[in-house]
């Protein structure tokens, strides 16, 4: 069974870091460019981040950039999120996707359209 499953969300207060691992099982992702998406109450599902199978490029969105930093490790079937000066606007649940690993190109703009395996979510909460 083909399954993605993200973990280390939780509660923290304004300014601190969670650190996100998205974990695939029944596949290998090192031929998949992978995304991090969110959605807060009320929003729509947002992308904040992806990055590539083969050169590792890594883009975010504007609202993270600076903040996030998105990193695999394929030999432990791995990808995390660091989330660094975190915001009370960064409350969501967040999503690690498998984007189509034939994709020619990945972006912020395009990921949502290029997903092909969704894990189930992990709540991030920002609060004091």
């Known amino acids: 069974q083909l399954q993605l499953v993200e973990s280390g969300g939780g509660l923290v207060q304004p300014g601190g870091s969670l650190r996100l691992s998205c974990v695939a099982s029944?596949?290998?992702?090192?031929?998949?460019?992978i995304g991090w998406f969110r959605q807060a109450p009320g929003k729509e599902r947002e992308g904040v981040s992806c990055i590539g199978a083969s050169d590792g490029s890594t883009y975010y969105a504007d609202s993270v950039k600076g903040r996030f930093t998105i990193s695999r490790d394929n030999a432990k079937n791995t990808v995390y999120l660091q989330m660094n000066n975190l915001k009370p606007e960064d409350t969501a649940i967040y999503y690690c996707?498998?984007?189509?690993?034939?994709?020619?190109?990945?972006?912020?703009?395009?990921?949502?359209?290029?997903?092909?395996?969704w894990g189930q979510g992990t709540q991030v909460t920002v609060s004091s």
């Open positions: 996707a498998a984007l189509n690993e034939f994709a020619s190109r990945i972006s912020i703009a395009s990921m949502s359209d290029q997903v092909d395996y």
């Open positions: 029944g596949f290998t992702l090192d031929h998949y460019p």
